[in-house]
Nanobody
Framework: QLQLVESGGGLVQPGGSLRLSCSAPGFTLDSYAIGWFRQAPGKEREGVSCISSSGRTTNFADSVKGRFTISRDNAKNTVYLQMNSLKPEDTAVYYC???????????????????WGQGTQVTVST
């Protein structure tokens, strides 16, 4: 079973940047679409961004458009979420996930994803 590992979270001031990474030690990610999701305390998990297996298709939640970018380096077996102009409302646990049933497009709907990482905390605060 695919196991995903997130890294790169931390504490950052408003307006700052972080880059999250999603990898899968022992597995090959290049056949999977990957999604990034987040969950703040007391809130439902929400989709942030996704990228198809080839990297040609990406999607973003309206709340992060223009601030976040997603990319993948299949040679390094890693997907990145670059987060710029961070706001306090971006504070959450961030997860990467992979679906079974599609790869050539992507979705930011959590229900469509099957394999999940353990998450990495992102805190935006002074």
């Amino acid at each position: 079973q695919l196991q995903l590992v997130e890294s790169g979270g931390g504490l950052v001031q408003p307006g700052g940047s972080l880059r999250l990474s999603c990898s899968a030690p022992g597995f090959t990610l290049d056949s999977y679409a990957i999604g990034w999701f987040r969950q703040a305390p007391g809130k439902e998990r929400e989709g942030v961004s996704c990228i198809s297996s080839s990297g040609r298709t990406t999607n973003f939640a309206d709340s992060v458009k223009g601030r976040f970018t997603i990319s993948r380096d299949n040679a390094k077996n890693t997907v990145y979420l670059q987060m710029n102009s961070l706001k306090p409302e971006d504070t959450a646990v961030y997860y990467c996930a992979a679906p079974i049933k599609f790869a050539y497009y992507c979705s930011v709907a959590p229900i469509e994803y099957d394999y999940w990482g353990q998450g990495t905390q992102v805190t935006v605060s002074t």
